[in-house]
């Protein structure tokens, strides 16, 4: 086989294919014994024909155009492998030459990961580290939220105070008009906490059990929903149970209640856990440092606009499943922030090319110091993804594949070229 490669406008590349006979010949064959699956002959069971039998059968173009799809695949990735050409995502195939008998000919048009035009000097970056601190304040504001963990709530019967979390039903309008979604039924209110709704907690301070009051209140004109922004808002509230909220004190007790043995040890462990957090947390703001550093010294062909709005598509996924695990809704959300999905999109353009950038600079460095991950390396953490999802076997299933744990491999290569690139800037070597 031999390829040419041939640039094209906005990260394009064409690659330029030509087989010889001999070398599609397993591909015919498999694709005669094909045939006769799908099309049995008669007097022979499916598969068992010889190929001039087929041929005669059912013409030898049928057999090149059934041989083709696996005549591309093995030749496509030959000659990307061969020519170190990185493509991105699926090639569009045109035949160019095709007849039986003769050599095959054939163009594959697709993306190109951007090339490094001048590869910036890795080796001289330098970033200074922070040491990771935790302060005795830090510790007991955690330990104090955990404490806010455990805390039951006792039914009261007084009037409704600071300290308390009440259970109200309540109706929304605005000049005698009900709001859409302004109705809420048992809805619970921690008065001891902020509120999304300014001045709402002052008023019900005081209610008692079954009272209702109805009072005004003038929504922020900044208000994530447009339509009660500046607004006047009429509410009636009427309050169904008080609550008071007991905090268990911070002792042993509650050290058992999390599997710790004392308050001591479940200190220790707390301030161990936020000490690790802050190393990782570190740890992220070097690497962060040094890639900026590099994207910013690096020259690179210019991003295919495929591979850019792949990354952008990816980056909202990201945020719409953060903004949900966070227990919101992707509209409101949107609604909050004042922008629509396309103006987001805009925005993630700039960062979505530094992402490019960087994949394609790991990658490269990596390549230059030989980084690899050895397959008893990739065989260990393929285990541990197993025994980690042991319950779900559909996801296990998925770790076996041939696709996922080149992925896997990839990503861990990743992680070996950004911890050499640490302990280079940091002088940890």
Request: proline share 4%.
């Amino acid at each position: 086989m031999s390829a040419t490669i041939k640039k094209l406008p906005n990260g394009m590349v064409e690659i330029a294919c030509d087989v010889s006979i001999e070398e599609v010949k397993n591909e015919l064959e498999t694709a005669a014994r094909k045939l006769t699956e799908e099309k049995p002959m008669p007097g022979f069971r499916p598969g068992k024909a010889t190929y001039d039998m087929v041929k005669q059968a059912y013409g030898e173009m049928a057999i090149y155009e059934t041989a083709l799809p696996a005549i591309f695949r093995k030749h496509y990735v030959k000659a990307v492998t061969e020519n170190h050409v990185h493509t991105y995502g699926e090639p569009k195939i045109e035949v160019t030459k095709l007849a039986p008998g003769n050599p095959i000919s054939f163009t594959a048009t697709c993306a190109s990961v951007p090339d490094i035009t001048s590869m910036p000097d890795y080796r001289s970056i330098k970033v200074e580290t922070k040491e990771p601190k935790v302060e005795d304040s830090q510790v007991e504001a955690a330990l104090k939220e955990l404490q806010s963990m455990h805390t039951a709530e006792v039914r009261a019967q007084h009037e409704a105070q600071e300290k308390n979390k009440i259970v109200v039903d309540m109706d929304l309008s605005i000049a005698g008009v009900p709001l859409e979604g302004g109705q809420a039924r048992n809805h619970g209110i921690f008065l001891n906490e902020e509120y999304y709704i300014p001045g709402l907690k002052e008023k019900v301070l005081g209610m008692k059990e079954g009272e209702k009051r109805e009072f005004s209140l003038k929504f922020l004109d900044t208000h994530f929903q447009k339509n009660l922004a500046g607004k006047d808002v009429d509410f009636a509230v009427t309050l169904k149970e008080v609550y008071d909220l007991e905090h268990p004190p911070i002792d042993d007790e509650l050290a058992k209640k999390v599997g710790q043995a004392s308050v001591a040890e479940l200190r220790e462990l707390v301030r161990k856990n936020m000490f690790d957090e802050a190393a990782l947390k570190e740890s992220q703001r070097v690497e962060l440092a040094i890639l900026d550093q590099l994207v910013e010294k690096g020259r690179f062909d210019d991003v295919p606009e495929v591979i850019l709005n792949d990354e952008v598509k990816r980056m909202m996924e990201e945020l719409q499943r953060g903004v949900v695990e966070q227990g919101a809704t992707w509209a409101d959300y949107l609604l909050n922030i004042k922008k629509t999905e396309d103006e987001l999109k805009m925005e993630f353009v700039p960062q979505a090319v530094k992402r490019v950038k960087t994949a394609v600079l790991i990658r490269e460095i990596g390549e230059k110091e030989g980084v690899e991950v050895s397959d008893d390396e990739l065989l260990s953490e393929i285990g541990n993804l197993i025994n980690h999802y042991a319950g779900n076997a559909e996801a296990q299933t998925q770790i076996r594949t041939e696709e996922y744990q080149d992925y896997v491999r990839s990503s861990m290569r990743n992680r070996k070229v950004l911890a050499m690139l640490r302990d280079e800037a940091t002088g940890k070597k």
